[in-house]
T-cell receptor, first 108, second 116 residues
Framework: QKEVEQDPGPLSVPEGAIVSLNCTYSNSAFQYFMWYRQYSRKGPELLMYTYSSGNKEDGRFTAQVDKSSKYISLFIRDSQPSDSATYLCACTGNQFYFGTGTSLTVIP | GAVVSQHPSWVICKSGTSVKIECRSLDFQATTMFWYRQFPKQSLMLMATSNEGSKATYEQGVEKDKFLINHASLTLSTLTVTSAHPEDSSFYIC????????????FGPGTRLTVT
């Protein structure tokens, strides 16, 4: 079993839709949870960073962590074509573990 | 703030030669830098962790004699791919952290290596 599981997609939505991206993890010792956005042929960019369970909001982005079910989510409201990218979740305790990434396309 | 640069962004080399990739933190001091490799449509795979002034810690399966990492200062780490082979062709990405909050890593733009 992988430490972090993420559906690779691809996911295609119309502009303005709410996007839900999800990951599950197996190690209950993980403490920090991150979401990165990666455009094609670019390095990942940190989007959201949360510690422990709960929600964190930043503009159109909301990160949610449920440690009881080992489930993390990223919600994108009012999605834009510029949100088209691959989204990687990551979890860390003493080491970093990335999901495989979900490819998102927002259609104008 | 928190900008990480990599150089070169793209390199082609012949099989058997060595290639050096630089990773710099431009506006902060990075106590720890990480090197990743990413194959097409796959996730980042951590290769090694380097702390300034000490030897890098390599992940299992990564040949330390082939991928030489030097973290000479708090703003510069280098990865040298020695005796490169076509199977080393990949996207290499570095990241850096101040170490103040372990979870925050800032990534460089990546270097695409093609070995012919």
């Amino acid at each position: 079993q992988k430490e972090v599981e993420q559906d690779p997609g691809p996911l295609s939505v119309p502009e303005g839709a709410i996007v839900s991206l999800n990951c599950t993890y197996s190690n209950s010792a993980f403490q920090y949870f991150m979401w990165y956005r990666q455009y094609s042929r670019k390095g990942p960019e940190l989007l959201m960073y949360t510690y422990s369970s709960g929600n964190k909001e930043d503009g159109r982005f909301t990160a949610q962590v449920d440690k009881s079910s080992k489930y993390i989510s990223l919600f994108i409201r009012d999605s834009q074509p510029s949100d088209s990218a691959t989204y990687l979740c990551a979890c860390t305790g003493n080491q970093f573990y990335f999901g495989t990434g979900t490819s998102l396309t927002v259609i104008p | 703030g928190a900008v990480v640069s990599q150089h070169p962004s793209w390199v082609i080399c012949k099989s058997g030669t060595s290639v050096k990739i630089e990773c710099r933190s431009l506006d902060f001091q990075a106590t720890t830098m990480f090197w990743y490799r990413q194959f097409p449509k796959q996730s980042l795979m951590l290769m090694a962790t380097s702390n300034e002034g000490s030897k890098a810690t390599y992940e299992q399966g990564v040949e330390k004699d082939k991928f030489l990492i030097n973290h000479a200062s708090l703003t510069l780490s280098t990865l040298t791919v020695t005796s490169a082979h076509p199977e080393d062709s990949s996207f290499y990405i570095c990241s850096a952290t101040t170490g103040l909050t372990y979870g925050e890593q800032y990534f460089g733009p990546g270097t695409r290596l093609t070995v012919t």
